[in-house]
Nanobody, 128 residues
Framework: QVQLVESGGGLVQAGGSLRLSCAPSEHTFDVYAMAWFRQAPGKEREFVAGISVSGASIQYGSSAKGRFTISREDAKNTVYLQMNSLEPEDTAVYYC?????????????????????WGQGTQVTVST
């Protein structure tokens, strides 16, 4: 069982930045594609960004393109989501997810049903 622990959420003004981190407990972190999803009240869980096992393939949801950057640092067993130019519409609980993959360059899937493990989420609130 892989446990994912997110950190870095909080309250920020519109236009500001936050960096989220996710540290899986599994030592074989480098066999998982990783992704960030978010869920606002009353809305479905939304794909934000994903990164393949190798790091060579990165996908972004439409809301994240040009503003957010996902990266992974396998030496530290950590995946990051750098969020810039935040808007009130970005307010949501952000979840880290892991997908066990045997294909290092396979693009991370955008559907939450594909993922094997989830963190408990971290709240991001963007004020006007």
């Amino acid at each position: 069982q892989v446990q994912l622990v997110e950190s870095g959420g909080g309250l920020v003004q519109a236009g500001g930045s936050l960096r989220l981190s996710c540290a899986p407990s599994e030592h074989t972190f480098d066999v998982y594609a990783m992704a960030w999803f978010r869920q606002a009240p009353g809305k479905e869980r939304e794909f934000v960004a994903g990164i393949s096992v190798s790091g060579a393939s990165i996908q972004y949801g439409s809301s994240a393109k040009g503003r957010f950057t996902i990266s992974r640092e396998d030496a530290k067993n950590t995946v990051y989501l750098q969020m810039n130019s935040l808007e009130p519409e970005d307010t949501a609980v952000y979840y880290c997810a892991a997908y066990l993959s045997t294909r290092p360059n396979l693009p991370p899937p955008p559907r939450p049903q594909e993922y094997d493990y989830w963190g408990q989420g971290t709240q991001v609130t963007v004020s006007t």
